[in-house]
């Protein structure tokens, strides 16, 4: 995806996930959610670029394709799979962007969806993800219940003291304070826990 992006080659890119589909049809919620994101960054695109004559004439296409092939991809998954999340965060994204009615909606349910991921995986990077977006989509709330999501599931994970400390520099200067005094504490309690161990060794 990153170097059709970075080429702005979206038709190509789609031609392309729409003959990896014919071939197998079991790769179809994937790329159901790939062309949605296709046709996401191909919008962004056009607004930074500022090239209005597609934007206005294909907008509305690519915006219902954009949608049409997410829930399709949200259809054929569940909660607890991470193109599930990933195709309700797009179509929150969307609405967001737009500042629509079925924003609030769309936010109820990647909210729903991220809190059954949440307890059926151990991966913490889509927790992360979600909760960047959500934050840089002014969803501060929100944003802050999926950090303490990861936190949790990053301070039970076999997690390294240096990746506790970035991290913990990372909540704090992005003025998380809540989030990075947890793992602070975390930190310094585990070099305690070792200095004592090294101590009666």
């Keep these: 995806t990153a170097y059709y992006a970075r080429e702005h080659s979206f038709k190509n890119y789609i031609t392309y996930l ?6 197998k ?5 994937y790329t159901d959610y790939y062309i949605a994101l296709a046709r996401y ?5 056009l607004e930074t670029e500022q090239l209005w004559d597609e934007y206005f ?3 509305n296409n690519y915006r219902d394709e954009l ?10 998954t569940k909660p607890g799979e ?3 999340v990933n195709a309700l965060l797009l179509l ?16 109820n349910d990647l909210m729903k969806a991220v809190g059954g991921y949440n307890q059926g995986s151990s991966d913490m990077s889509l927790l992360k993800s979600v909760a960047d977006d959500l934050l840089s989509g002014q969803e501060k709330t929100r944003a802050r219940e ?3 999501m990861y936190v949790q599931k990053l301070l039970t994970g076999p997690v390294s003291n240096e990746t506790l400390r970035s991290e913990a520099d990372a909540f704090r200067d992005a003025g998380n304070l809540d989030l990075s005094e947890v793992l602070y504490d975390a930190y310094f309690e585990r070099l305690q826990k070792e200095n004592d161990v090294r101590k009666t060794a």
């Design 25 to 29: 049809k079991d790769l179809e919620p």
């Design 92 to 107: 929150w994204k969307l609405h967001n962007d737009q500042q629509d009615t079925f924003r609030d909606k769309a936010l």
């Design 41 to 45: 960054l191909q919008l962004k695109y």
């Design 57 to 59: 004439t294909q907008g």
């Design 146 to 148: 999926v950090y303490r």
């Design 18 to 23: 729409q003959s990896l589909t014919q071939k």
């Design 67 to 76: 949608v049409s092939h997410a829930e399709k991809s949200i259809a054929a």
């Design 82 to 84: 991470k193109v599930h």
